[in-house]
């Protein structure tokens, strides 16, 4: 059990879209940043959800570095994934690209480092 930080609350989502940044600072080399995808909620044809956790140097993310994947988000679940090791970036946002034919998800997405 962490303390984390909701980077996109529970919602349904029919298209790809970036969350807000969050400031989390950067992590040392002993820290770990973790994802944790709860999904309530999955309709469509081959519906798919992949999530990529980016972090960059500002709120604008204008050079995203990816840190995590959480691939084939696919039905009702919770989906993790963590990293260890240092990071200068401060900022992180989940960015979602969603497939499939009329695909809709619901899912709330929350970003820890401990």
């Known amino acids: 059990l ?8 529970l919602s349904t989502k029919t298209s790809s879209t970036n969350a807000t940044g969050l400031q989390l600072g950067a992590l040392s080399s002993t820290q770990t940043l973790y994802a944790f995808v709860h999904v ?7 519906p798919d959800l992949d999530i ?3 972090s960059d140097s500002s709120n604008a993310f ?5 840190q995590l994947t959480l691939s084939n988000c696919n039905s009702v679940g919770s989906y993790t ?16 690209t969603i497939a ?9 997405i929350a970003l820890a480092v401990v």
């Open 81 to 96: 994934s963590s990293l260890t090791g240092a990071n200068t970036d401060t900022w992180y946002r989940a960015k979602l």
């Open 100 to 108: 499939g034919t009329s695909p809709s998800f619901t899912a709330l």
């Open 62 to 66: 204008s050079t995203p570095i990816t």
């Open 40 to 46: 309530t909620a999955v309709s469509g044809t081959t």
């Open 2 to 9: 962490v303390r984390g930080y909701v980077n996109l609350p």
């Open 52 to 54: 990529v956790i980016e």
